[in-house]
């Protein structure tokens, strides 16, 4: 009987964790990744679609207790063993997070550059920034080409779901480490934010104008004059001369 029909018998036994741990290291064994079979000998290995009340889409890893967890479906193959051959790369990327001290250096990195850090620290959108960094460092330090494909393309329960590969991904920020990816990231974040609001901001002023007694040719002048200094095609002296022109009801010309 071959591995793969090994842990699909393993699967019968209601999840069998520890006897499909077991043939886990022998499969990476098999696959000349003896390193990473004798790293995953030192962490609990866990078949769950939830654990500690955390659904698990694929894996997950868990640093403060050393655990590993597997989705399940990975223990009901298809017919061309397409599963398993996923199998040990999420299991090689699980452990990659322990040997790369991702977390460890995910706090000591906030730790330096975010003042507010322990409250920083506890926001999940935060930990969505750095497991993204995470997975992208980790893809160029720990996948060689033939992983890369299988991750961009990973599929479970029917449904591609698609892992992070900095080289396809981002491949400007090849060779920069998580943390600087980190940093990246969380700019592009906050600068979205900050002209989500500010558009919020528009809409408001707008809505405002709107509401006023003001006829429908002055509203729309005003918005235009609003817009067009949003756009930074006027000065501040621009804006405020052409608002006292348009309140003392003169012509102006804003387009």
Same mark, same amino acid.
């Given at each position: 009987?071959?591995?793969y029909?090994?842990?699909l ?6 999840n069998?964790a ?7 290291i022998?499969m990476?064994?098999?696959e000349?990744?003896g390193?990473y ?14 654990f500690h009340g955390?659904?698990?889409e694929?894996?997950?890893?868990f ?14 193959d298809a ?19 322990f ?11 906030l ?6 850090f ?10 969505e920034?750095?497991?993204i960094a ?13 992983d890369?494909e299988?991750a961009h ?6 449904r591609?779901?698609?892992?992070l590969?900095?080289s ?5 920020w090849i060779?920069?480490?998580?943390? $600087?990816?980190f =940093?990246?990231?969380? /700019? ?6 900050? !002209?989500a609001?500010?558009? +919020?901001?528009? #809409?408001e ?11 429908? $040719?002055?509203? =729309?002048?005003?918005? /235009?004059?609003i817009?067009?200094?949003?756009? !930074?095609?006027?000065?501040? +002296?621009?804006? #405020?001369a052409?608002i ?12």
């Amino acid at each position: 009987m071959g591995i793969y029909e090994k842990l699909l018998e393993a699967s019968g036994k209601l999840n069998d964790a520890a006897l499909t741990k077991q043939l886990v290291i022998k499969m990476l064994i098999d696959e000349g990744y003896g390193t990473y079979a004798k790293r995953l000998k030192e962490y609990t290995f866990v078949v769950a679609d939830v654990f500690h009340g955390c659904p698990i889409e694929v894996a997950a890893m868990f640093p403060d207790t050393g655990e590993i967890v597997i989705n399940p479906s990975f223990l009901v193959d298809a017919p061309d063993g397409k599963i398993f051959k996923q199998l040990s790369l999420v299991v090689r990327h699980e452990l990659l997070h322990f040997l790369l001290v991702h977390e460890k250096r995910f706090y000591d990195h906030l730790k330096k550059v975010d003042p507010e850090f322990e409250k920083t620290y506890r926001r999940a959108s935060i930990h969505e920034l750095a497991n993204i960094a995470m997975d992208w460092e980790l893809s160029q330090r720990g996948y060689d080409d033939y992983d890369k494909e299988v991750a961009h393309n990973l599929t479970l329960n029917g449904r591609v779901l698609g892992g992070l590969v900095l080289s396809m991904d981002r491949p400007e920020w090849i060779d920069k480490p998580m943390e $600087e990816i980190f =940093d990246l990231l969380r /700019k592009e974040r906050e600068d979205a934010i900050a !002209e989500a609001e500010k558009l +919020a901001e528009q #809409e408001e002023i707008e809505v405002t104008i709107h509401r006023a007694s003001h006829s429908p $040719e002055y509203i =729309d002048a005003y918005n /235009k004059v609003i817009k067009k200094y949003d756009d !930074e095609i006027y000065s501040d +002296a621009d804006l #405020e001369a052409l608002i006292t022109e348009l309140e003392a009801d003169n012509d102006i010309n804003i387009d």
